[in-house]
C-alpha cells in the first residue's frame, strides 16, 4: 500500500479530490473493489489498491480509517470538502454497502451500521461535479475533454480487463490521472462566472461559508 499522506496531514486537510472506486463492475454485492484512491489539493495520493491487500475486508479497513480521520465540516468548520465525480451516484454507495455487507469490516473498525452511514454519508460535505454539471449520465473523460481540453491515456472501461491479465501499472497510472483530471475540472469551474454566479446565489440564501 503506498499512503503519500499522514494521518496528521489528514487532518488539516480543506480540499480533498474522491474518493474515487475502481470495480470490477456496478453491483455492490456481486463485484470487487480493484483500488480505492483520493488525494489533495496539493497533488498527494493515497492510493489502495487490492492486490497489497489479503482480502477485501483488509482494504475497506484501512481505506476507510484512514479516511475518516479526515475532519468533516459538518462536525467542524475547518473540515474537507470532498470533490467528486459522480461520487453521490455510485463510489458512496457502492462503498457503504460493501462497508455493511462485508463480514468483519464494521466489527474491525468499531463501528455501528449508524457509524458507517455517519462516515459515509451524513457527516461529509460532497461537492459532486457530475451533478453540478447535470452530466450524471456522462462519463468524466467526455466531461474533462470539453472543459480541460485534454484526454487520458487510458480508459476507465477498461480497467477491470487491466486488472485481471495484472496490469498494476496501467491501473496506478490511470487513477493518478484521474484524480488530477477530477482537480483540473473543478479548478477550471471554479474560474468561471457560473461558479461565482453559485456562490453569489449561496450567499443570497443565507449560505455564509464558501467553498474551497
Request: aromatic content about 14%; proline content about 2%; charged content about 30%.
Amino acid at each position: 500500500m503506498e499512503l503519500l499522506e499522514t494521518r496528521n496531514n489528514q487532518e488539516t486537510a480543506l480540499l480533498v479530490y474522491g474518493y474515487d472506486l475502481e470495480t470490477t463492475r456496478f453491483s455492490p454485492f456481486e463485484d470487487q473493489i480493484i483500488s480505492a484512491q483520493y488525494s489533495y489539493d496539493d497533488g498527494n495520493v493515497s492510493f489502495y489498491p487490492s492486490w497489497e491487500y489479503e482480502s477485501e475486508r483488509e482494504l475497506l479497513v484501512d481505506f476507510l480509517d484512514d479516511w475518516a480521520g479526515i475532519k468533516r465540516k459538518r462536525i467542524g468548520a475547518d473540515g474537507a470538502l470532498f470533490v467528486g465525480f459522480n461520487i453521490l451516484g455510485f463510489d458512496a454507495p457502492f462503498l457503504f454497502l460493501k462497508c455493511i455487507t462485508t463480514d468483519g469490516v464494521l466489527n474491525d473498525l468499531g463501528w455501528s451500521y449508524e457509524d458507517c452511514w455517519n462516515q459515509i454519508y451524513r457527516w461529509p460535505s460532497y461537492l459532486d461535479l457530475a451533478h453540478l454539471l447535470g452530466a450524471d449520465f456522462i462519463g468524466m473523460e467526455a466531461v474533462r475533454g470539453e472543459i480541460v481540453g485534454t484526454q487520458g491515456d487510458f480508459a476507465g472501461e477498461d480497467v477491470p480487463e487491466y486488472y485481471e491479465n495484472g496490469k498494476h501499472e496501467i491501473i496506478e497510472e490511470y487513477v493518478r490521472d484521474e484524480l488530477a483530471a477530477m482537480a483540473a475540472i473543478y479548478e477550471e469551474l471554479r474560474d468561471s462566472a457560473f461558479f461565482e454566479e453559485l456562490m453569489g446565489i449561496r450567499r443570497q440564501v443565507g449560505l455564509e461559508r464558501e467553498l474551497v
